[in-house]
């Protein structure tokens, strides 16, 4: 990407924070899904056919979460409604306002989209991410992804809403996605396509809830490092309210650069960052490299203790292994004598 998509990518200072930001939940560095309400008028008539997107943002930076949305409404509004009346479009070539505005009616009552559209996302955590990568099971990304559509295509099913037909932009090859969702929903139409962003009006809907959810959940992240700043009285790299390490993408020179300076030898970063992207995985192991650690010893410490030992309660004139075990003498703890 160049310098003018880096700056698409970054959270704008004044980020609208949708109900999908569960503040307690972001900084602690775990996942989680949330689900609107069901809007009036599919809650009216529940059998009421609709169509539902899905779309993901935050799939490459190697800080914050990867956020995938949907977004569902009646089959007859998705053109005259999102497209004709709002003018949804795919969230990249939108501007960080726009994008802001749209969410945001999509949140107020008094808003035509809020009483036509449902929306949900699920927030994968930057940790819970690196950590289903570096698991011994080696849960991919790809696989992440996957699973993250179906839970939330589940649960909007589970509430009831009568969907016909999904649209879903593509990780991979859309023909190996779409049959595999097929096996799972045989009665619904489903779609998998490339570009279905700018192609079908309701996932162009649902990667803005994606993306505002995915800028808004990367400002929070970069707060505590907002206060450690003003506490300790340094000047912050980033003008205010603005998050310093820029777009969170490895090549975006001021997400590198936060990562060198904010390196923790040890530990690295928090749970902000992807510790299984190439980019932390270089810094870390240079790192290491000229990091010492010495592990004290004990010079009184006997080279012949056994593991047995430290299970074992005696006194000063021994006693019988076995009987002795858990700390007590069988004859003692059952009073004969």
Known sequence: MDTQDFEHETPPSDVFMAPSIH????????????????????ADDMSKECVLGVDEAGRGPVLGPMVYALLYL????QQSLL???????????????????LMRKLCTRDS?????CGWATRLLSARDISADMLSPAQHNLNAQAMDATIALIKGVLAQGVNVKEIYIDTIGRPDVYQKKL???????????????????????AASVCAKVTRDAALDLCYEPYQMVT????????????????GSGYPSDARTTAWLKQSMDPVFGWGNECRFSWGT????LEGKAADLKVEWPTDDDASNDTRMTDFFVSRGEEGGDELVDWFGKRVTEEMGVF
């Open 112 to 116: 035509d989209l809020y009483a036509s």
């Open 23 to 42: 503040k307690s939940e972001i900084l602690k560095g775990a996942s989680y899904s949330h689900f609107s309400p069901i809007p009036a008028h599919i």
């Open 230 to 245: 003003a506490s300790e009285g340094t000047h912050d790299t980033g003008a205010k309210g603005a998050v310093a390490w």
């Open 182 to 204: 097929e096996r799972i929903w045989p009665t619904i139409g489903i779609t998998v396509a490339k570009k279905a962003d700018s192609l079908y009006p309701v996932v162009s």
């Open 74 to 77: 009646p089959i007859e509004l």
């Open 280 to 283: 932390a995985k270089e810094l």
């Open 83 to 101: 497209a004709e009346t709002h003018h949804f479009d795919d969230s990249k070539v939108l501007t960080p306002e726009v994008r802001s505005s």
